[in-house]
């Protein structure tokens, strides 16, 4: 395996912002039933792993150095994402609303993608002026991210938790 060049987070999180909007995609073009199932288990997979990279390494460095309230935001989004997550990997697309799900999924995950990389003043804006050493957390986030989509892998990720939720507070 080739070692791969040094990225900072912000690449890190765009190529996978890049990868799901593809997976979105062939989803909607897909037309067997079984190839939808394939493609939303990916979806959710990658899904599941970039919200973990998020949360325990991205935001966190983040936190006090960038807007609060935005990162509050982007972890009540995740938390929205993960209900759909874990309903689609629980359900199949004989289900009723599967593709309804899927297709809400997807909208929530663009407007969370615009919140953090393309509207004035985002997220990733912020933590380009931040001091925060970018080069470091992309490694970080890396390895932890190699590590994840291993365990998914050799038998899946446990389901999304909740963290801002009432219901997953109590």
Do not use: W
């Not at 599941?48 to 609060?68: C, N, Q, S, T």
């Not at 993608?113 to 050493?133: L, M």
Request: with cysteine; charged share 35%; aromatic share 4%.
């Amino acid at each position: 395996m080739v070692a791969e060049a040094k990225q900072d987070a912000l690449k890190l999180l765009t190529e996978d912002h890049r990868r799901v909007e593809a997976l979105f995609e062939a989803f909607e073009k897909a037309g067997r039933d079984s190839k939808k199932e394939k493609l939303a288990r990916e979806i959710c997979t990658e899904l599941k792993v970039h919200a973990m990279l998020e949360e325990e390494i991205f935001y966190p460095a983040l936190r006090g150095k960038i807007e609060d309230d935005d990162l509050d935001e982007a972890l009540v989004e995740h938390d929205g994402a993960k209900v759909l997550i874990n309903d689609i990997e629980a359900g199949g697309p004989d289900e009723e609303f599967y593709e309804a799900k899927v297709k809400v999924l997807k909208e929530q995950i663009e407007h969370h993608v615009k919140e953090e990389e393309r509207q004035s003043g985002n997220i990733f804006t912020q933590a380009r002026k931040a001091d925060v050493d970018l080069e470091a957390l992309g490694a970080q986030m890396a390895a932890r991210k190699a590590e994840l989509m291993q365990m998914a892998e050799n038998g899946g990720l446990p389901p999304a938790q909740a963290a801002t939720l009432t219901e997953a507070r109590a």
